[in-house]
């Protein structure tokens, strides 16, 4: 039974690319407001998981609840339009077109959208590089643009895989600031990532995967104690 908190429950969720068996099982909740983490190596399935959430890969077993619906089985297009964002590892920019064509391109799926003003105001380089080519953006400017295309849509739960990847510490940090504002603002946020350092301080929890499964959920204030079990896993 979902608690009024809760915005996602996964259970028992398998998933597939073609024959091959990725997730095992997975299972983990999310509660409103909350920014979740999930840490694990590369291959561990993290990335699969948010993909499987919102129907991206193929076959998927078992359940998904979100916001008290069973999305199991719902194509990708209808489960984004109940507000989820996803902003994946490869950012997929427009070469072609300026930023701000870039971040006005997705529909709005549901009202309360961040508007453009804000997300100037949040990323104050777009606004300077808006009628920049998506190809001359740098690395941390294309990921700035990745995040704010899909804070305007209305998304509210946001999927986020490695936005840190490769990025100066510079932009790191301001990418956390940001994911700070969400979280004040009430959106809900699973961060996928390899760099420890930067999810740690975000996180409310942590869940930790290992081939498909969850293996451990680690609270905030549960870090110290757990170090063992981190390094066991993730080497940190």
Not at 50 to 56: D, E, N, P
Not at 95 to 124: K, R
Not at 176 to 192: A, D, H, P, Q, Y
């Amino acid at each position: 039974m979902a608690t009024a908190e809760e915005y996602l429950r996964v259970t028992g969720l398998h998933a597939f690319y073609g024959e091959s068996h990725i997730l095992h099982g997975m299972d983990f909740s999310v509660n409103r407001g909350e920014c979740v983490t999930l840490l694990g190596r590369n291959g561990a399935g993290r990335t699969t998981t948010l993909k499987a959430i919102l129907g991206l890969t193929g076959k998927r077993t078992g359940s998904i609840m979100l916001n008290g619906r069973e999305v199991i089985g719902w194509p990708a297009h209808k489960i984004a339009h109940l507000g989820v964002g996803y902003c994946p590892e490869e950012r997929g920019i427009y070469a072609s077109l300026s930023a701000e064509e870039n971040l006005m391109l997705p529909p709005q799926i549901a009202s309360g959208g961040v508007s453009v003003d804000e997300i100037y105001a949040m990323f104050p380089n777009l606004q300077e590089r808006r009628k920049s080519q998506g190809s001359r953006l740098s690395g941390g400017e294309q990921q700035m643009l990745a995040m704010a295309r899909i804070l305007r849509t209305g998304a509210r739960l946001l999927l986020l895989d490695e936005i840190s990847e490769g990025l100066a510490p510079v932009i790191v940090q301001k990418l956390g600031e940001v994911i700070r504002t969400l979280k004040e603002s009430g959106f809900t946020i699973i961060l996928v990532e390899q760099n420890f350092h930067f999810a740690a301080p975000l996180a409310d929890r942590m869940y930790i995967v290992e081939h498909g499964r969850i293996v451990a959920e680690i609270g905030r204030d549960e870090l110290e104690q757990k170090q063992a079990l981190l390094h066991e896993y993730l080497g940190v």
